[in-house]
């Protein structure tokens, strides 16, 4: 006669499929995940708190370090609070420049994505081309900032810097080539058969489950939810450009492979607009005070990073400190959802669920 | 950055300092008559500030000259009144004024005058090198120091000025409180000299710091640091007066440029009658607290809730069919000293509406009801809240110190956090 009985088993936090330092302790009864409890906190850096001893401009590179493969977005969501706050008018050169960065940064996000999330399922070729072409982005947003990945770009009223002569060339030139190369993701990718059973049908949840459990970004989407921060809650000049809300019905971890390689297409829709309806000259900065005091209140605002809705809430005193600063962090609130998911899965499937959520634990951990 | 910042400001305000001298001189030309009783006013409202400023100056003792010392004091007291001041944001145009007209009538003796004029320079001098010798630019504090030094040395009677000058400080200081700081600058002015004119003196400086104080803080751009720099080292010739009223008036015309607030009603204004109708008609009306459109935040809806009906509203701004806020977007706690206070961001896909839901708690005893049985989704974020703030959520289904850890001490965004650390 077989004995049998439920063990616990730890995954993380150093495991090379947890794309971080995030822990899950499982109770498994042979296979079958009978219970998970996700444990957290192995990156938290305080970011809060150092912010309140800090000027507005001084805490932007510590939003690089948030959600680090998507650093243009993190940046965003603190100088748009600010200049929410401020009521200031940003330049439109300087809009189309963070556009341009935020999209270039959200593909390269999506295909480190793409290339781990293969990686997970042990195909390794993916992995190579994605950041093959992922390293031309962040080649291109090095040389509009200066770094490969904290930018440190942003700024309340604009940005840092100019493009450079010839860079928006070079973007020009990239985004046909991507859409090339996305193609043959596809082929080499989508179709497969192994990669179809992995994925169809794995870590399913409804539409409602997915409001309830405050998730966004493609992970909302690939329910059905019609709902992009960049059209139905306008910001930055995301108004002007034409592109589609990728949506899909199924809810499950290929769906949300489809919504975002189907994003990566969106946004590159997005940056060619841009680049032709990029104004020839202008300013980049805003005339703002050299010390920027947010007005006594507080605010919240809310923008469509890579991995969701990125918040960033301020409360001033009207000092040059924020008196509270709290950044509503999409992978954190993705993550939530993963016990039920979890839940009477088999543990070979606990990859692809988790790697279908999409986290960056720099992100989570705060 | 903000070290800089004083840097400047300590020099703007030197060349201040060199445009009331001009301004004093001229006003001993015209001899002008009479008493101001609100430059006394003026000089009366000392500013909380002046007391760190001042020990700063105090510490100093490298230009070794108590004259000089006491000088420096009288300095630093006019540079935090100066801060104040601009805090307080006046009209800059008005105190100018002020200053235009308290200057003639405090020049009664021309002699007197002149001799004041010097002992500010000397005074500015010396507060200037020991604003640096604190630690701001360490290379130029020495040759500053010097500059101190030598215009201390410069003339018996302009020392005796600037101690009485800062006795008159000093004086007016203890009339609003009798601080400890104070009573010490009255020792180390030896106070000999005559008095009334001293301190119209020191409040024509003053008015005058004010002034130059407020535009600088309505200008925006203002000019680069090295230019600030170049004035200042300028500000013992009068020439610098000038430049620093062309600033002055720059500034004014900053602060007019300034974004006057929309006062059109807020597009979200019947959402939130809506609710707060909604809300009224189902709940009873002692439900809500406060209501109200948050122009900061683009216009969100903002409800507070009372202590004890947050969950209910909480539950009705889920349920009810014409509310049907089915996401939450966020939730934290905030620590505002007087009270802790919960922020919930709920958005409605349905009505495509957003909503700020916040309730206040005993900041000793922050204790409210979860709302993580009616959205999955604020099952960490109320975590997070009791780790960092120590927020306890009631009927949460496992809060615990999600970051931190449970042999954490203390709940760092506490204001009153103090770091705990066995091995320190």
Known sequence: ????????????????????????????????????????????????????????????????????????????????????????????????????????????????????????????????????????????????????????????????????????????????????????????????EIFLNRTKGIGKYTKEDAINYSLSGANLRSTGVKWDLRKDEPYSIYDRFDFDVVTREEGDALARYYCRLGEIEESLKIIEQALEQFPKEGEIMAKVPKIIKAPKGEAFVRIEGSRGEIGCYISSDGKKEPYRLKFRRPSFYNLQILPKLLEGESISNLIAILGAVDIVLGEVDG | MSGEKDLEQIKREAAEKAKELAKQRLAAKQAGEGNDPKQVADQIAEPVVKESVAAAATDDADLAKKKAAAAAKAKAAAMAKMKANAQAGEAPAASEAKAEVSAPVEGQDADLAKKKAAAAAKAKAAALAKMKATGQIEANAESEAQAATDAADDDDLAKKKAAAVAKAKAAAEAKLKAKAEAGEGADASSGDDDDLAKKKAA??????????????????????????????????????????????????????EEPVEEKKPSPNQPYLDKYVKTITDNLGADILEDSYINPLSKDVPTLVAKR????????????????????????????????????????????????????????????????????AGADWPECEAYDLLGIKFEGHPNLHRIMLGEDWVGHPLRKDYEPYDVEV
């Open chain 1, 1 to 192: 006669m077989i004995r049998t009985e439920e063990m616990l088993l730890n995954v993380g936090p150093q495991h090379p499929s947890t794309h971080g330092v995030f822990r899950l302790v499982l109770k498994i009864d042979g296979e079958i995940i009978v219970e998970a409890k996700p444990v957290i906190g192995y990156l938290h850096r305080g970011t809060e708190k150092l912010a309140e001893d800090l000027q507005y401009t001084q805490i932007i590179p510590y939003t690089d370090r948030m959600d680090y493969v998507s650093a243009m977005t993190n940046n965003y969501v603190i100088v748009h609070a600010v200049e929410t706050m401020m009521g200031i008018q940003v330049p439109e050169r300087a809009e189309y420049l963070r556009v341009l960065a935020m999209e270039l940064n959200r593909v390269a996000s999506h295909l480190l994505w793409w290339g781990t999330f293969i990686l997970d399922f042990g195909a390794t070729s993916p992995l190579l081309y994605a950041f093959r072409d992922r390293e031309m982005i962040l080649n291109l947003l090095n040389e509009l900032s200066g770094a490969r990945l904290t930018f440190n770009y942003m700024r309340v009223g604009g940005v840092k810097w100019d493009a450079p002569e010839g860079w928006l060339e070079k973007v020009a030139e990239f985004v046909p080539y991507l859409r090339g190369q996305l193609k043959g993701y596809h082929q080499l990718v989508s179709g497969n």
């Open chain 2, 308 to 375: 004890e009906s947050y969950y209910r509203l909480a539950e009705f701004l889920k349920y009810n069919e014409l509310l049907g806020f089915d996401y939450l977007s966020e939730l934290h706690g905030t620590d505002f000293q007087t009270h802790m206070e919960v922020y919930v961001h709920l958005y409605s896909y349905k009505n495509r509406q957003s909503v700020a839901l916040k309730v206040k708690l005993d900041r000793n005893d922050p204790v409210t009801q979860s709302v993580q049985p009616l959205w």
């Open chain 2, 203 to 256: 409040a024509v400086a003053k008015a005058k710091a004010a002034a130059a104080a407020k535009a600088k803080a309505a200008a925006s751009g203002g000019g680069s640091a090295d230019d600030e720099k170049a004035k200042a080292i300028a500000a013992a010739k009068a020439k610098a007066a000038a430049a620093a009223k062309a600033k002055s008036a720059a500034g004014a015309k900053a602060g007019a």
